[in-house]
């Protein structure tokens, strides 16, 4: 018998975005498996970019192409196999990942928009990619391979115009079957490149939020890989690892198991060996909050702040319960944030903005809840519909009276060979308790959350305020509220920060496509011309208007207090003292690169640095003194990797410059290091 080429691919847009990108880790553990089963019968190689796999395939034409399927690469994919098919209609094309609808009217229509696809692989990939393995072994043609289901499989027929799935579905229950595609040396070839390799120690979720394809898709179970084969991962890919710092775990709930302190012990070990991983990327399991506790103390400064730890996605049991979540309990997360504070390890949290059941009101309570809890970053998304999962079906859409626009992935769109895809994401912007006006409301709150608290630029002035009894979200909805009365500069970059947020909204996926795709705006996209606004607009009031933004800042929280009655000459001074520090404590790179080095010293009448070591314990106005001299300085290491990205990522405009470094560094690379002069 022949041997089977097989091309598997979990394609990302490289065309501008150069990452950060995981190793292709799901297709690798497909490859493991299917050599397990089919040795030297089936010849594989694995793709991560569209271009690699398009002149593979022109240079030899496989039998297999199998792509991994989900939101951020559905275009692209979708553009290969329509090419794919007018290069040879004997290819085979397969798909797989959780962007399959549930819904049997939905999986039609799903199939029917695909017609070059024929097969799409459910759940668990490496069950269902075998047997399509064994069914081409067993056929002549895709036509004969259609004939009968394919267990774990979905097709659709042509002739009878139904889509075929198989009645029985069959999970790899001990994941020791499926060979490690580390150890294996399968992903070798990816540690030559700036990818960041992805492990998981488990797979599934126990829960079944239903937004999230997770849970459904293992039927609520977990199962594991073995602990020995965690940890040799583990120091494999520290020993082999070249071009980056960063390990990416995939499991949904890291901490759910008692072993996982083994894994954390593990990784330990193997930095103090190796120096890797210097920062890992986790969701942390909701429920053992003192296994996270004991986890986050052995893992020290490896753990990664953007590893959110205690997501709620919503603080209202009404929209809990729509959809079917099970969040920590509130007190038990504000004593581990408590904690976590006083050891000064940061953790993030996270909120998504048009659930089922939420509205203005309760979403505004939420985030004030997180400020109240002392999190260390709040992190809110604007709630996607994704495939696969129980929210996006027609029956639920109808239920809730959701309504969805469309915008452009950021950096997802490239043009590779002759090859034009652009992504889109389908993102909920009303339904039967929020207006569509309601939700455009919160994206400058969200944005200034995130810049003013998260990027920590104005850390200290909304810890100042905190003390003086303002919850942070109040006084930046009266930031927004009364932008109209803000200094000209500054009400012109929120207009057109607005104008923007407006503006990037489409009805229809066609009406995206037509639009990017006009060559004008094409270029414009491949220029940099569309991009994150929140990095945009943080740089573009950094860079251009700083000191008016410090300005109308500070003036509304004094104003504030006036209002409550709450000023007088003793707290004019202390924030006075947080807008000098302020000033000088960011980085300031207006210049260009060259002048941030300079040593800067300045004289307060408050210790802030020993209010802020202390980190919340006592107020400011307990660290009233003769003057302290403190100097804002950059180590040497720091100015190294400052300059290095600076050249890496430069572009004509500083302000894109700065967004595509802040992507590749931690938020505290961006501030001088404060010491007493
Ligand atoms: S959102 Fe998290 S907890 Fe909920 S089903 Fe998905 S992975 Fe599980």
């Known amino acids: 018998m022949n041997t089977c080429k097989i091309y598997l691919a979990d394609l990302v847009h490289n065309y501008v975005s150069k990452g950060p990108h995981t190793f292709p880790i799901n297709v690798g553990y497909i490859a493991s498996y299917a050599k397990k089963c089919y040795g030297e019968k089936v010849q594989i190689k694995l793709f991560k970019y569209p271009l690699d796999l398009i002149n593979a395939i022109k240079q030899d034409n496989p039998h297999i192409v199998g792509l991994s399927n989900y939101t951020w690469n559905l275009d692209i994919n979708n553009k290969i196999i329509s090419w794919i098919k007018s290069q040879s209609r004997d290819i085979v094309t397969i798909y797989g990942g959780p962007d399959y609808p549930i819904g049997r009217e939905e999986s039609l229509r799903y199939l029917m928009e695909r017609h070059e696809l024929d097969f799409y692989v459910l759940n668990q990939g490496e069950t269902g990619f075998v047997n399509i393995l064994e069914r081409y072994f067993s056929c002549d043609s895709i036509n004969e391979m259609k004939k009968e289901p394919v267990e774990n499989c979905s097709f659709y027929n042509e002739n009878s115009n139904e889509i075929i799935i198989s009645d029985t579905y069959e999970y790899i229950e001990d994941l020791e079957e499926i060979p490690s595609p580390y150890l294996s040396g399968i992903m070798d070839e990816f540690f030559e490149n700036n990818l960041i390799p992805l492990m998981e120690t488990n797979r599934g979720c126990p829960y079944s939020c239903t937004y999230c394809a997770w849970g459904r898709s293992s039927k609520k179970k977990v199962f594991s890989f073995s602990l020995e084969r965690v940890k040799e991962e583990i120091e494999y890919i520290a020993k082999k690892i070249k071009r980056t710092d960063l390990l990416f775990f995939g499991d949904a709930n890291f901490g759910i198991f008692e072993r996982d302190v083994e894994i954390a012990e593990c990784m330990r070990y193997v930095k103090d060996i190796y120096d890797y991983p210097k920062s890992i990327y986790v969701a942390w399991a909701k429920t053992a909050p003192q296994r996270t506790i004991r986890m986050a103390e052995i893992l020290g400064d490896i753990v990664g702040i953007a590893s959110p730890f205690g997501s709620f996605q919503s603080m209202d049991s009404t929209v809990t319960k729509n959809i079917k979540r099970t969040n920590m309990n509130t007190n038990e997360f504000k004593k581990i944030q408590d904690y976590f504070m006083e050891k000064g390890i940061s953790f993030s949290s996270e909120l998504i903005l048009g659930l089922p059941g939420e509205t203005r009101e309760t979403h505004l309570n939420g985030l004030k809840s997180l400020f109240d809890y ?35 992935i950021d950096g997802g769109f490239g043009k590779y060979d002759e090859i034009v895809s652009i992504e889109h994401e389908e993102m909920v912007l009303h339904t039967s308790t929020m207006t569509m006006e309601d939700a455009l409301y919160f994206r400058p709150i969200h944005f200034l959350i995130q810049f003013l608290w998260n990027y920590k630029y104005y850390g200290e002035l909304l810890t100042l305020l905190k003390e003086e009894g303002v919850n942070p979200v109040d006084f930046i909805v009266k930031i927004v509220d009364d932008r109209n009365s803000a200094p000209p500069g500054i009400r012109k970059i929120f207009d057109n920060f607005m104008h923007e947020a407006h503006k990037e909204w489409f009805d229809t996926k066609h009406d995206l496509l037509e639009y990017y795709s006009k060559p004008e705006n094409f270029e414009s996209l491949c220029k940099g011309g569309f991009g994150k606004l929140n990095y945009k607009y943080m740089y573009t009031f950094l860079l251009e208007s700083k000191k008016e933004f410090d300005s109308y800042l500070f003036t509304t929280a004094i104003n504030m207090l006036a209002e409550n009655g709450e000023i007088n000459d003793a707290k004019r001074k202390q924030f006075n003292n947080i807008l000098g520090f302020t000033e000088k404590v960011c980085i300031d790179f207006t210049n260009g690169f060259e002048s941030v080095a300079t040593e800067k010293v300045s004289e307060y009448e408050y210790d802030i640095l020993k209010w802020k070591q202390e980190t919340g314990k006592r107020p400011l106005s307990g660290f009233r003194c003769n003057g302290v001299r403190l100097k804002f300085t950059l180590p040497e290491e720091q100015i190294g990797a400052l300059k290095k990205l600076y050249e890496q990522c430069k572009k004509e405009d500083l302000n894109q410059t700065l967004r595509k470094m802040v992507e590749y560094m931690s938020e505290r690379d961006l501030f001088y290091k404060v010491d007493y002069a």
Do not use: H, P, Q, S
């Open 374 to 408: 002392n999190t260390a970053a709040i992190i809110c998304y604007n709630l996607r519909m994704l495939g696969g999962t129980e929210l996006n079906t027609d029956e639920n859409r109808r239920k809730f009276d959701i309504k969805t626009k469309y915008r452009l």
